[in-house]
C-alpha cells in the first residue's frame, strides 16, 4: 500500500487538476456544442435538432455585424500593433540612455484592465467635452471628431484604444527577440560592411519569425476574446454598430435569454480561435517532442 | 545588446553632423510616442482633480485650476453604482477577497502540476500538459453558460468563493504552464540524485525546487494577480450585486444613466480600479514583463 | 561470496524501441566496471536501470544478492555521480553531503563526523559553506564525488561523471578516482563514451552498441583480442587498423596477402596454424607497425612500404600508407627516417594481430 502510494504520488497530485480540465474545459465546450445544436431559449434543452442555431445566427444582420467587426477590428488591431510593436523595438534598440523608463512607459497600459483602458478613452474621444471640445476651443471651429458616436467609425475607437492598450506588449516581445539574435552574426554582417538597414531586413528580422507567430497568435486571441474594451467604450453602439462575436454572445446568455444564440456564436469564436491556435500548438508540442 | 551605431563608422567626416540628427528626431520620435501612451493616464488624473465646472468650461488637457479631491472622495465612497451609493470601496475589498486567494491557490497548484509535468515523466502527463495547454486558449465564452449552471447547483452563483472557484480553474493552465517550463530547464539529474539521497516526491519538492523557485513564483502571482484583478467577463457574468469585483462596479458607474455625468468621478473610480495592477507593474515591472513574454513566447 | 552486482537478462524498452537487449553481466567486491560505448549505445540506460531511476523491462538486477528489481533507487544502497553533478544549488556544500543523511534521520553528531571525514578526504573542507554556484567544475567535481562516499555504499555509480571538465582536470581527475578505487577498495560502476578512461580505469569493461554487450572483459583483453569489428575499432586510439586480405593456409602457415596501391600486392606469413576463410579483415594496431630496424620479435614480418603521411606526434611519429584500400597507420620511431613518397621498411607484428570475418565481423583467432 505504502509503495503504491509512493510509485503513484505524482499521478495523484496531478488528478484534480486532470479532473478538473477534463470537467470545467472540455466537458463545458462539449455541453455549449451540444446546446447549440438544439433549441434552447430561456432554458436549455437537450434534443439534438441540427443546425437551426447556426442557421439564426448567420442570418441575423446583428450577428454579421458583429462577425464583420470581428475581423476589421481584429485585421487592423493585429496589423497595426505589429508594425508599431516592431518599429518601436527597432528605435529602442539604439543605444537609447533611457530606455528602460521608456519602455516602462510604452508597456504600461498593457497592466490595465480593458474597463480602465474603455473608460479613460471614452471621455478623451466624447465629442461634446473631450478632444473635438478641445481642439475646438483652440480655435478650429469646425473640427470634428466623433468616431466615438458615428456607426460607421465607432467600431475604429477600439481599435485605436486596443492599440495602445497591446503594443508595448509587442513592443516588449520584439525587443526580446531583437537581442536573442545571435550577436556574432550581426558582427560578421558588420565586419562584411552592410549597412545597419539591411542588417535588420536580411538578418535580424527574418530571424525573428517564430516571435512574429507568437505575437500573432497572442493579438488574434486578444481580438476575438475582447470583449471588456468594448463594453466600456461604446457599449456596442451605437445602435449595435460596434459589436463582436464576445459581446453578441453574451448579450443572448445574459440579457436576451437566448442560451441557442449564445451557445451556437461562441462555438463559433472557438473554432475561429482554434483555426489559428491548434495549428500553433500543435507544431509547437510537436517540434519538442521530436 | 547590439551596438548597430557601429556600422557606420566608415563614413565619418560628412557622417558626423547627419547622424546627430538622426540621432535627434530619433529621440524626438521615442518622447512623442511616450506623450501618446501617457495621455490618457494624463487626462484621467487632471479630470480626476477637477470639479465638473472647470471640466465643462475648461480644456481636455489642461491642468486643473483647482486641485479638488472632491471627486476621489465621491468614487471611493459615495458614488452610485445602479441603485446602490457606496462607492467602489465595498467592490474594491471584493477584488481583493476574490484575488488573493485565487491567487494563492492557482499558483500552489500551478506549481505542483508542473514540477509533476517536468520532472515526474511518466505516461500521460504529456497528454495532460497538451489538453492544459490548449485550454488556456479557449475563449472563455465558450464556457459561460454551462459553469453559470453548474455554479448554481453546487449554491455558489453570485458568491465570492464561486468567482475564486472560477478563476482558479482557468488560470491552472497558464500557471502550469509557467511552472513546467521553468522545472523542465532544472536538470532531471536533480531529481535523480535526490532519489538516490532516499528523498521522495515532496522532499524534493519541498527541499530542493521550492528554494529555487522565487523568480517563477513572483512571475506567476504577479500575471495571475493581473489577470484576476483585471477580469470583467467572469465578474459580470457570476456575480450579483453585493459580490462584485471592482471593474464591474467601475463600469455601472461610468454608465449609470441617473444624475447628471460626473467625468471626475468616473475617471477617479477607473485610477482607484486601475492603481493595484499599476503598482504591481511599478515595483516589480521586470517580472511583470517576464511573465507576459513566457505565458506567450514559449509553449 | 555472492557477486556484488549481478544483471540477468535485463531488457528495457520504452514502448515498442528495445534500449537494451539481453544484458547480463556481473562483477565481485572491489571491481571497477566501465561501461563504454557510443552515445546512444544504451550505457546511461543501463546505469539508471541498476540505480533503480529508471524501471526495466524484463529480466533481474541483484545487489550484494539481494534481486532489486522493485526496489526503490534509495533502497538499493547504492551512491550515484552525475555527468553534470547534480549539486542541489540552493544548499551549501556541507548540507549537499549531508542530505542524504538528514532525509534517512541520521543524527547530527554522525552526520558531522562523515562530513568531517569525507571532506578531509577530498580537501574541500574550505569549501564547505559555499553555494555550488560558487565552485569551479572541478571543485563542484569533488563535492559530487563527496557526496557519494559519505553514504559508503554497497556499489557506486558514475554517469559522465568527467566529461565536462576540461582536458587537463579530466586527467587529474581520472587519477585520483582511480587512487580512490584502490584506497576503498569499493565496487564501481562507470559510464564513459571515452575508451582512454575505460581501459585506465576499468578492472573489467564492457563495450555496448545499439542496446547489445559487444563483449565484456579485463582492458587487456578487449585491447588485444577485441571480440568483433566494432570493439577493435572502438578501443584504442589511433583507431587499430583493418585492413581486407586474403588469407591460404601452406605448410609455413598462412599467409595473409594485402593488396599495395601500386598494384601488386603486399605478402606476410602467419607461422600459427590457422584455419581461415580466404576473406577476411586483418587488425593490426598501429604499434604494431615498427621502423624495422627496431627491435624486431620473433612473429615480426618486414615490408617495404609507400608511406604518404608523415605525422610526428612528439614521443612518436605516426605514418600513414594504404593498404588494401585503406589508410593504415603505423606508430614509428620519433627520430624515424619515414618520409612522404618515399618507399620505407617497416615490420609487422603478426603475433598480436586480430583476424575478423568481413560478412558476421566476428573475431576468427
Not at chain 3, 577476411?280 to 594496431?285: C, D, K, N, S, T
Request: proline share 5%; charged share 15%; hydrophobic share 50%.
Amino acid at each position: 500500500m505504502i509503495k503504491w502510494l509512493e510509485e503513484n504520488t505524482p499521478k495523484l497530485v496531478l488528478a484534480p487538476s486532470f479532473i478538473a480540465v477534463l470537467i470545467f474545459v472540455y466537458g463545458f465546450i462539449a455541453w455549449t456544442a451540444w446546446v447549440s445544436l438544439t433549441r434552447s431559449r430561456l432554458l436549455p434543452k437537450y434534443e439534438i435538432e441540427g443546425f437551426i442555431q447556426y442557421e439564426r445566427l448567420f442570418a441575423s444582420p446583428r450577428w454579421e455585424t458583429a462577425f464583420g467587426n470581428l475581423f476589421v477590428f481584429g485585421t487592423l488591431f493585429i496589423v497595426i500593433a505589429m508594425v508599431l510593436g516592431l518599429a518601436l523595438a527597432i528605435l529602442l534598440d539604439q543605444n537609447i540612455r533611457t530606455e528602460g523608463a521608456i519602455r516602462t512607459i510604452y508597456l504600461y497600459p498593457m497592466a490595465l484592465s480593458m474597463i480602465v483602458t474603455g473608460t479613460a478613452w471614452k471621455w478623451i474621444l466624447n465629442p461634446g467635452l473631450g478632444l473635438e471640445a478641445m481642439v475646438r476651443g483652440w480655435g478650429f471651429e469646425n473640427f470634428t471628431f466623433d468616431w466615438l458616436v458615428d456607426p460607421d467609425k465607432a467600431i475604429y475607437t477600439i481599435v485605436l484604444a486596443a492599440i495602445w492598450q497591446s503594443s508595448g506588449f509587442v513592443m516588449a516581445l520584439f525587443l526580446a527577440g531583437l537581442r536573442s539574435v545571435d550577436g556574432e552574426i550581426i558582427k560578421a554582417a558588420q565586419v562584411d560592411g552592410i549597412p545597419t538597414w539591411r542588417v535588420y531586413t536580411a538578418i535580424i528580422i527574418p530571424a525573428m519569425a517564430p516571435i512574429f507567430l507568437s505575437a500573432f497568435i497572442v493579438l488574434s486571441h486578444l481580438a476575438v476574446k475582447s470583449f471588456d474594451l468594448v463594453i466600456a467604450l461604446t457599449g456596442g453602439g451605437p445602435g449595435y454598430a460596434t459589436d463582436l462575436p464576445a459581446t453578441y454572445m453574451y448579450a443572448m446568455a445574459f440579457s436576451r435569454g437566448d442560451i441557442g444564440q449564445a451557445a451556437s456564436s461562441a462555438m463559433i469564436m472557438m473554432l475561429v480561435v482554434f483555426s489559428i491556435v491548434v495549428p500553433y500548438l500543435y507544431s509547437e508540442l510537436r517540434s519538442k517532442d521530436g | 545588446m547590439v551596438d548597430l551605431s557601429l556600422a557606420q563608422t566608415p563614413h565619418q567626416a560628412e557622417g558626423r553632423t547627419g547622424r546627430l540628427i538622426l540621432r535627434w528626431m530619433l529621440y524626438i520620435l521615442l518622447l512623442l510616442f511616450a506623450l501618446f501612451y501617457l495621455l490618457p493616464l494624463f487626462v484621467m488624473l487632471t479630470t480626476s482633480l477637477k470639479s465638473l465646472e472647470e471640466i465643462r468650461t475648461g480644456d481636455l488637457i489642461a491642468l486643473p485650476r483647482d486641485v479638488t479631491f472632491a471627486a476621489w472622495r465621491t468614487a471611493w465612497s459615495e458614488a452610485c453604482t445602479g441603485i446602490q451609493c457606496e462607492g467602489v470601496r465595498p467592490f474594491f475589498w471584493n477584488s481583493v477577497l476574490i484575488a488573493i486567494p485565487a491567487v494563492v491557490i492557482s499558483t500552489l497548484l500551478g506549481a505542483m502540476n508542473g514540477y509533476v509535468v517536468a520532472q515526474w515523466n511518466f505516461r500521460g502527463a504529456n497528454l495532460f500538459f497538451s489538453l492544459m495547454l490548449f485550454g488556456c486558449f479557449i475563449p472563455f465564452q465558450v464556457v459561460l453558460l454551462p459553469m453559470a449552471r453548474v455554479l448554481g447547483l453546487i449554491g455558489m452563483a453570485g458568491t465570492i468563493p464561486g468567482l475564486i472557484f472560477v478563476h482558479v480553474i482557468y488560470g491552472l493552465g497558464f500557471t502550469t504552464l509557467f511552472f513546467r517550463n521553468y522545472y523542465v530547464s532544472i536538470p532531471s539529474e536533480l531529481t535523480k540524485a535526490a532519489k538516490v539521497d532516499g528523498a521522495g516526491f515532496f522532499r524534493i519538492f519541498w527541499s530542493i525546487f521550492l528554494p529555487l523557485s522565487l523568480p517563477i513564483i513572483v512571475v506567476t502571482v504577479i500575471w495571475q494577480f493581473t489577470q484576476i484583478w483585471n477580469d470583467f467577463l467572469f465578474g459580470v457574468s457570476f456575480s450579483q450585486a453585493g459580490t462584485q469585483p471592482v471593474t464591474v462596479a467601475l463600469n455601472n458607474i461610468v454608465n449609470s444613466t441617473t444624475g447628471i455625468k460626473a467625468y471626475n468621478v468616473d475617471m477617479a473610480a477607473a485610477i482607484i480600479a486601475g492603481l493595484p495592477t499599476l503598482l504591481v507593474y511599478v515595483i516589480a515591472g521586470k517580472y511583470f514583463v517576464r511573465g507576459l513574454t513566457a505565458g506567450s513566447v514559449k509553449g | 561470496m555472492a557477486p556484488i552486482l549481478e544483471i540477468n537478462n535485463l531488457f528495457k524498452s520504452y514502448g515498442t524501441v528495445e534500449i537494451l537487449k539481453d544484458i547480463n553481466v556481473a562483477i565481485e567486491q572491489g571491481d571497477f566496471l566501465v561501461l563504454v560505448g557510443p552515445s546512444g549505445c544504451g550505457k546511461s540506460t543501463l546505469l539508471n536501470c541498476i540505480a533503480g531511476l529508471e524501471p526495466i523491462s524484463g529480466g533481474e538486477v541483484r545487489i550484494g544478492g539481494r534481486d532489486m528489481t522493485s526496489v526503490s533507487p534509495k533502497d538499493r544502497d547504492i551512491a550515484m555521480v552525475f555527468q553534470s553533478y547534480a549539486l542541489y544549488p540552493t544548499m551549501t556544500v556541507a548540507k549537499n553531503i549531508t542530505f542524504g543523511m538528514k532525509v534517512r534521520g541520521v543524527d547530527q553528531v554522525t552526520q558531522a563526523e562523515k562530513l568531517a571525514h569525507v571532506a578531509q578526504q577530498l580537501q574541500i573542507e574550505p569549501l564547505l559553506n559555499r553555494k555550488p554556484g560558487h565552485l569551479s567544475g572541478g571543485q563542484r567535481q569533488r563535492v559530487a564525488m563527496g557526496r557519494a562516499l559519505v553514504r559508503d555504499p554497497k556499489l557506486f555509480l558514475f554517469d559522465e561523471p568527467l566529461s565536462n571538465l576540461d582536458a587537463k582536470l579530466r586527467v587529474e581527475m581520472r587519477t585520483e578516482i582511480k587512487s580512490l578505487h584502490q584506497r576503498l577498495g569499493a565496487s564501481m560502476v562507470y559510464v564513459t563514451h571515452d575508451q582512454i578512461e575505460a581501459m585506465t580505469l576499468a578492472t573489467k569493461i564492457v563495450v555496448m552498441k545499439g542496446g547489445v554487450i559487444q563483449q565484456i572483459g579485463t582492458p587487456a583483453e578487449i585491447y588485444n583480442h577485441p571480440a568483433n569489428l566494432f570493439v577493435a575499432d572502438f578501443m584504442g586510439s589511433p583507431a587499430m587498423n583493418l585492413i581486407p586480405a586474403k588469407a591460404r593456409s601452406g605448410s609455413a602457415g598462412t599467409t595473409i596477402e594485402i593488396a599495395r596501391k601500386s598494384g601488386g600486392s603486399m605478402v606476410l606469413t602467419d607461422r600459427k596454424n590457422l584455419s581461415l576463410p580466404e576473406d577476411v579483415i586483418i587488425g593490426v594496431r598501429p604499434e604494431n607497425i615498427a621502423d624495422a630496424n627496431a627491435h624486431s620479435g620473433p612473429d615480426s614480418q618486414e615490408a617495404d612500404c609507400v608511406i604518404d603521411i608523415v605525422e610526428p606526434a612528439g614521443a612518436d611519429t605516426y605514418a600513414v600508407m594504404e593498404l588494401g584500400g585503406k589508410h593504415v597507420t603505423a606508430r614509428l620511431h620519433a627520430e624515424t627516417t619515414a618520409a612522404p613518397g618515399i618507399k620505407q621498411r617497416l615490420a609487422f607484428d603478426l603475433g598480436k594481430v586480430s583476424y575478423f570475418a568481413p560478412d558476421t565481423g566476428l573475431r576468427l583467432n
